[in-house]
């Protein structure tokens, strides 16, 4: 089983960017599918993006496609996103997931999230 830390979140003005970390404990984290979701006040918990094991595979949500990019480091047990052209609906609580498959938009294990917060 994979443990998942996210970092990198915080306060950023409408139009700024961030970037994302989530590093993950365990052997077979090369092995994984990843992904990010976010939430947002009072709303469910939707899909922004994953990536394959090999990385060679992404999708986003449209609303994020364009203005973020998912990568990952595999030697370095971490994926990351950068997000850029940052909006207020941007904001919301961010969690990194294991995927048992990328096109699948659903996750599996779940870090304990990161609050990125957008200022208009």
């Known amino acids: 089983q994979v443990q998942l830390v996210e970092s990198g979140g915080g306060l950023v003005q409408a139009g700024g960017s961030l970037r994302l970390s989530c590093a993950a404990s365990?052997?077979?984290?090369?092995?994984?599918?990843m992904g990010w979701f976010r939430q947002a006040p009072g709303k469910g918990r939707e899909f922004v993006a994953s990536?394959?094991?090999?990385?060679?595979?992404?999708y986003y949500a449209d609303s994020v496609r364009g203005r973020f990019t998912i990568s990952r480091n595999n030697a370095k047990n971490t994926v990351y996103l950068q997000m850029a052209s940052l909006k207020p609906e941007d904001t919301a609580v961010y969690y990194c997931?294991?995927?048992?498959?990328?096109?699948?938009?659903?996750?599996?294990?779940w870090g304990q999230g990161t609050q990125v917060t957008v200022s208009s």
């Open positions: 997931a294991t995927m048992t498959l990328a096109s699948s938009r659903r996750g599996d294990y």
């Open positions: 990536i394959s094991w090999s990385g060679g595979r992404t």
């Open positions: 365990g052997r077979t984290f090369s092995r994984n599918d």
